[in-house]
């Protein structure tokens, strides 16, 4: 929508793709779709589906003082904070950065992950976002690292395996 209200100063869009071609599910954007937002002027172009978001962590944004100093995956703005530390998204993404070593110079997270809100994290299943958790346990096995973390992550696809959670009213 904010690409298309720009799109008189405008001739291409890009929409980082979330996941690799192979690990696609039903979610809000679409390699296949994408473009057809485009306009006589405007073209859209779905970026980036040979790396997953782990691998784009790993390989680019980890990298980055830059990326780094400045990244913000958060939706809640919870007072007003850059990223709010405690969300799903910004969970998932302190994971992977403390997995790759760089959660430490990545400014604009509060601290280190709350094992508590790890392990009530939801992985839906159905959707295929165990394929966020599964490479960074990968990991930290290999690499004999983060025990703590490993053991809050187990946990959650596990209760995650069981369905989603109830909600509470």
Not at 11 to 37: C, E, M, N
Not at 87 to 116: E, G, H, N
Request: charged share 25%.
């Amino acid at each position: 929508a904010v690409a298309l209200f720009l799109r008189k100063n405008l001739q291409q869009a890009y929409i980082s793709a979330a996941v690799r071609t192979d690990q696609l599910f039903p979610y809000g954007t679409h390699p296949k779709l994408d473009y057809l937002w485009g306009t006589e002027k405007l073209q859209f172009i779905h970026y980036g589906t040979e790396l997953s978001r782990f691998e784009k962590i790993i390989h680019s944004i980890s990298q980055s003082e830059l990326a780094l100093s400045y990244l913000r995956v958060c939706t809640e703005n919870t007072k007003g904070n850059y990223n709010c530390s405690q969300c799903t998204k910004c969970l998932r993404t302190m994971i992977q950065l403390v997995a790759t070593k760089s959660l430490d110079k990545a400014t604009t997270f509060k601290s280190k992950p709350d094992l508590d809100l790890v392990r009530s994290m939801y992985f839906d299943y159905s959707h295929n976002y165990q394929v966020e958790a599964e490479p960074v346990i990968a990991m930290l096995k290999k690499e004999k690292r983060e025990p703590e973390l490993l053991a809050a992550l187990q946990e959650s696809l596990r209760n995650s395996k069981k369905g989603p959670p109830l909600i509470k009213k």
